[in-house]
């Protein structure tokens, strides 16, 4: 998860769109300010078009634990990816499950990555394989993906250089969905939209070049929130600075229109809420 600076305010106006089951969940892990003194995960559901809460769990971990990483999810499981004050001087990964309220931690592991890339890249979690996009200090110059497991995450099982020049890293978001690499870029594009860029994973091997979309969302939207990746591969950009609703809002476009078509939602959760937490679908 990563947190953006705020750019611009957005002046679109919010329409109503209808539920449609195919859409992903949102989840909002609280990692401060949690009245509880743990980290707290809630959910919302697309049945109800965001509008109200479907979950509020009290997690096992402290807010202050969870100062020392990243959240996110997979497949249902809550994954905690611990970058800073390890005991083994690498990254290690924490998980939850739903059906323990994400309360009961089931998997402590060691990783095969350093603390000392803790801050030269993106972290994911993707069909059971932990991933790192790598935009900072590689070895080729261009962006580069490495992934642990499935299974272990003590071995290294992907080393591939992309396409991707290093210098266009933190143009923006990098996620991976199911092996593919997604870059939803909003610094230094051809024009004034959001672009979505990806490259196939193949066999593991990434160095294709990669499919660009132009989206209708405007670059100076682009740090305003969180970009992901959800079912259907559409394109979700949780809104959480700048809303016009006064709540956290969830803007979709759709893959099947080449993410040029979107949906607007406002969640039950407020603006105040949105910033410095851990968002993402799943």
Same mark, same amino acid.
């Given at each position: 998860?990563?947190?953006?600076? !705020?750019?611009?305010?957005?002046?679109? @106006?919010?329409?109503?769109?209808?539920?449609?089951?195919?859409? #992903?969940?949102?989840?909002?892990?609280?990692?401060?300010?949690?009245?509880?003194?743990?980290?707290?995960?809630?959910?919302?559901?697309?049945?109800?078009?965001?509008?109200? *809460?479907?979950?509020?769990?009290? #997690?096992?971990?402290?807010?202050?634990?969870?100062?020392?990483?990243? /959240?996110?999810?997979?497949?249902?499981?809550?994954?905690? @990816?611990?970058? $800073?004050?390890?005991?083994?001087?690498?990254?290690?990964?924490?998980?939850?499950?739903? *059906?323990?309220?994400?309360?009961? =931690?089931?998997?402590?592991?060691?990783?095969?990555?350093? +603390?000392?890339? *803790?801050?030269?890249?993106?972290?994911?979690?993707?069909?059971?394989?932990?991933? +790192?996009?790598?935009?900072?200090?590689? &070895? #080729?110059?261009?962006?580069?993906?490495?992934?642990?497991?499935?299974?272990?995450?003590?071995?290294?099982?992907?080393?591939?250089?992309?396409? =991707?020049?290093?210098?266009?890293?933190?143009?923006?978001?990098?996620? @991976?969905?199911?092996?593919?690499?997604? /870059?939803?870029?909003?610094?230094?594009?051809?024009?004034?939209?959001?672009?979505?860029?990806? !490259?196939?994973?193949?066999?593991?091997?990434?160095?294709?070049?990669?499919?660009?979309?132009?989206?209708?969302?405007?670059?100076?939207?682009?740090?305003?929130?969180?970009?992901?990746?959800? !079912?259907? $591969?559409?394109?979700?950009? @949780?809104?959480? $600075?700048?809303? &016009?609703?006064?709540?956290?809002?969830?803007? =979709?476009?759709?893959?099947?229109?080449?993410?040029?078509? !979107?949906?607007?939602?406002?969640?039950?959760?407020?603006?105040?809420?949105?910033?410095?937490?851990?968002?993402?679908?799943?």
């Amino acid at each position: 998860m990563v947190v953006f600076t !705020i750019r611009f305010i957005c002046t679109a @106006i919010l329409t109503a769109a209808p539920a449609v089951v195919s859409l #992903s969940d949102l989840y909002f892990v609280k990692t401060r300010d949690a009245g509880s003194g743990q980290v707290e995960v809630h959910t919302a559901s697309p049945n109800d078009n965001y509008g109200s *809460a479907t979950g509020h769990f009290v #997690s096992g971990y402290s807010v202050d634990e969870g100062k020392n990483g990243d /959240f996110t999810l997979d497949s249902g499981v809550l994954y905690f @990816i611990k970058t $800073r004050n390890t005991g083994a001087g690498a990254l290690e990964v924490y998980s939850t499950t739903k *059906a323990s309220s994400y309360e009961t =931690i089931s998997l402590h592991s060691g990783t095969v990555f350093s +603390l000392s890339d *803790a801050e030269n890249g993106v972290w994911n979690v993707d069909d059971g394989g932990f991933y +790192l996009v790598k935009t900072g200090g590689t &070895g #080729s110059g261009h962006v580069e993906v490495y992934r642990a497991g499935p299974g272990k995450w003590d071995t290294l099982k992907l080393h591939a250089a992309t396409t =991707i020049p290093q210098d266009e890293g933190e143009d923006g978001t990098w996620v @991976i969905y199911r092996g593919d690499l997604f /870059f939803m870029k909003y610094g230094n594009t051809r024009g004034n939209n959001v672009e979505v860029h990806v !490259i196939q994973g193949g066999s593991g091997n990434y160095g294709g070049q990669p499919t660009a979309y132009t989206t209708s969302f405007d670059v100076r939207d682009g740090g305003n929130g969180i970009w992901d990746i959800g !079912i259907n $591969r559409d394109l979700y950009f @949780i809104k959480t $600075r700048n809303t &016009g609703s006064g709540h956290v809002e969830v803007h =979709i476009a759709s893959a099947s229109s080449q993410y040029r078509d !979107i949906n607007y939602y406002t969640s039950w959760i407020s603006e105040g809420d949105g910033p410095d937490r851990a968002w993402c679908v799943d």
